[in-house]
């Protein structure tokens, strides 16, 4: 009937990784779970994802490991570099040492693929229900044990438990933290091409590339079983303003790298240039429910790319959700429970976040000293990288990997 609404046992607001990841792990656990994404279609835009163990281990207890990782390619190392001098900084090794320590390795995969092999997963188990073109406006706990979830056309659903995985602009997250987002001024241009097009310099081994410059930084690595070559160029806007779009220009990004090595200004036109992404984040936030709802992934936690752990949390976020709803019969002390686990450690990746970047963009005497202090640094010490890559579960002893 018009007007009537769809009941439904748990509600997932948003098929992006993180939406496709959460209903995915409910349905592992037997959960009926219906997906509601406000595009036409579930699809991905972008291009790279690096993903450490800790998402690895989280994709692999959701099924599809196997899935996410064909295509991918197992960089050997991670380098630093200064974008202008092209002098090497330091290494991260991550070859048989890594994976040793992690049980898992690291990995740069394609986000299209990544999130094809969600969706796949979810059409698998034949428990998550799949609509497009639904907008949700807001979802509103009710007197009776549930939540009322209303989308901009007008069609409404009742829910046992709704997930907002809306994103970086969640519409739920207005309704239980209520803050805007936070702009860094920063902007990325973003391109792929032919692995034939770049220099056998950056393509003798894989690796992941990090050229750090004076407000600005490029990431590049092979990417869909080294065919094609990922570029990611980040810089700061002089000309950033809340009150116009006019910044970040094409201009600006020729400028700002102008002062770069050949091989990072070569880069830059490997760069699609119609498309600029400005960079925001959030605050950490004080809580990420009320009553039935829960926030996941950009939702409750957007951060700054310098970590490369977006999209790492929000995969980690799904498996604790899982694990707190499966078999629940009190729904509000099991989400409760959820962010009590996630919370506090998200924040901290958050904030640790933007201080990457202003380590990443650092110049004057500040470059100097950063470069002098990592340039022994140990290419096997992973001591600092433990809290943030370590795996809720390590992988069997016996699993290998091609690296």
């Known amino acids: 009937m018009p007007g009537q609404a769809t009941r439904v046992n748990v509600l997932v607001v948003g098929g992006g990784i993180a939406g496709l990841a959460t209903a995915l792990g409910l349905a592992r656990a037997g959960t009926e779970v219906h997906v509601l994404e406000r595009a036409p279609d579930f699809s991905e835009v972008g291009a790279g994802i690096q993903l450490a163990p800790n998402a690895l281990s989280a994709l692999d207890r959701l099924g599809v490991l196997e899935k996410a990782t064909k295509g991918a390619v197992f960089p050997q190392r991670k380098v630093y570099i200064d974008a202008v001098t092209g002098t090497t900084i330091a290494t991260i090794d991550l070859g048989e040492k890594f994976v040793a320590h992690y049980g898992y390795p ?8 990544l999130h094809a092999a969600l969706l796949e997963g979810c059409r698998e188990t034949g428990l998550v229900t799949l609509e497009n073109g639904r907008e949700v406006l807001s979802a509103q706990n009710q007197a009776d044990d549930t939540v009322l979830v209303t989308c901009a056309d007008g ?34 241009y973003r391109g792929t091409v032919p692995i034939e097009a770049v220099g056998e310099d950056v393509t003798s081994s894989p690796a992941v590339l990090c050229w750090l ?50 091989g990072v200004r070569r880069a830059t036109t490997y760069l699609s240039r119609e498309i600029r992404w400005p960079m925001y984040d959030r605050e950490p936030a004080n809580t990420w429910v009320d009553g039935r709802v829960a926030l996941i992934g950009d939702a409750a936690h957007a951060m700054l790319q310098y970590l490369a752990q977006g999209g790492a949390q929000a995969l980690d976020d799904a498996i604790v959700l899982a694990e707190e709803l499966a078999g629940a ?37 500040g470059r100097v000293l950063r470069n002098h202090v990592f340039k022994d640094h140990d290419p096997t010490d992973y001591t600092y990288l433990d809290w943030m890559f370590e795996p809720l579960v390590r992988a069997p002893a016996q699993r290998r990997y091609p690296i």
């Open 155 to 188: 069609s409404r659903y009742v829910a046992d438990v709704v997930v907002g995985a809306d994103g970086l602009r969640s519409k739920l997250r207005d309704a239980i933290v209520g803050d805007d987002l936070v702009p860094s001024r920063y902007v990325a």
């Open 106 to 113: 690291y990995v740069v995969a394609h986000r299209v693929d």
């Open 329 to 365: 019969t009190d729904i509000p002390s099991a989400l409760a429970a959820y962010e009590h686990r996630r919370i506090g450690h998200v924040s901290k990746v958050q904030r640790l976040a933007r201080v990457a970047g202003e380590l990443f963009h650092i110049d004057g005497i």
């Open 213 to 262: 410059g004076p407000q600005m930084h490029l990431i590049q690595y092979p990417l869909r079983e080294g065919r094609i070559y990922n570029n990611v160029a980040v810089f700061k806007s002089g000309s950033y303003s809340p009150d116009h779009d006019n910044w970040g220009t094409t201009q600006e990004l020729d400028e700002r790298f102008s002062v770069c090595c050949d």
